[in-house]
């Protein structure tokens, strides 16, 4: 995927936000512009600390209750389509950071 960044390609791992930052500056992209999508607890703290909105789909090991700090909660990607779950956000904008 052009612009991806892994985290084999930062120095810290998650919960820092250095491999989201990376991926933003290749992308070109300002962080309102972008959405993460996480499946644990590090990851939606990495991404709120480089200024994502985050969509968490807990993996199946995590504990639900860990993932308050997500701006949207799936329990399954099939939740809601890609659409709705950008719809969802974008409804609860006045409510983000």
């Not at 992308?27 to 590090?42: F, I, K, M, N, R």
């Not at 995590?62 to 974008?90: E, G, K, Q, V």
């Amino acid at each position: 995927m052009r612009g991806a960044a892994t985290g084999a390609e930062v120095d810290a791992h998650k919960p820092d936000s250095a491999v989201y930052l990376l991926t933003l500056q290749r992308l070109g992209l300002p962080a309102q512009e972008a959405v993460a999508l996480e499946d644990t607890a590090h990851g939606v703290a990495a991404a709120h600390a480089a200024w994502l909105h985050c969509v968490a789909v807990p993996n199946p090991h995590a504990d639900h209750a860990r993932f308050t700090a997500a701006d949207l909660l799936l329990t399954s990607a099939a939740d809601l389509s890609l659409d709705a779950a950008m719809a969802a956000l974008a409804g609860r904008a006045g409510r983000l950071r």
